[in-house]
């Protein structure tokens, strides 16, 4: 369990065992290669030390905090994928200020709670039709 062909992102009982159980640790690099941005740049969106994912992929999976903090990343850049169609220009809106999170990046704003529900707010209003 806890790769990303099998989660759903759906919030579905199978995610929350994945989650649970803590998602492969090499899931960070997966997600940094897809969306062609540096693992570095994963772990700081998800809050998650470089030393303690270096400890986390020797034992082969993340803590459940730390698996929490990865889906929630992985959940808002999969929206933007499906917003603009592409893993590239998911990654380069994620990279792009945004006056609506006071010109900081939407990836750089994921690390805490009210970040994430800012840009998965912003997100949301794009899905709408709205403009930011």
């Keep these: 369990m806890g790769t990303t062909s099998e989660l759903r992102f759906d919030f579905s009982p199978h995610d929350v065992a994945s989650v649970r159980e803590g998602l492969p640790a090499q ?3 997966e997600i940094a290669q ?3 941005l540096i693992q570095q740049d ?3 969106a998800a809050g998650i030390p470089r030393s303690s994912a270096h400890r986390y992929k020797g034992l082969g999976r993340l803590n459940r905090e730390q698996s929490n903090r990865l889906y929630k990343v992985i959940y ?3 929206r933007a ?3 603009f169609g592409s893993a590239k220009l998911a990654a380069s809106w994620m990279n792009s200020p945004k006056v609506f999170l006071h010109n900081a990046t939407p ?3 994921l690390d805490t709670e009210p970040g994430f529900r800012a840009v998965e707010h912003l997100l949301g209003r794009l899905e709408d039709g709205l403009v930011t």
């Design 27 to 29: 899931l960070i690099g």
């Design 107 to 109: 990836l750089r704003y």
């Design 42 to 44: 994963i772990l700081e």
């Design 81 to 83: 994928e499906e917003l």
């Design 34 to 36: 897809r969306y062609g």
């Design 76 to 78: 808002l850049l999969r």
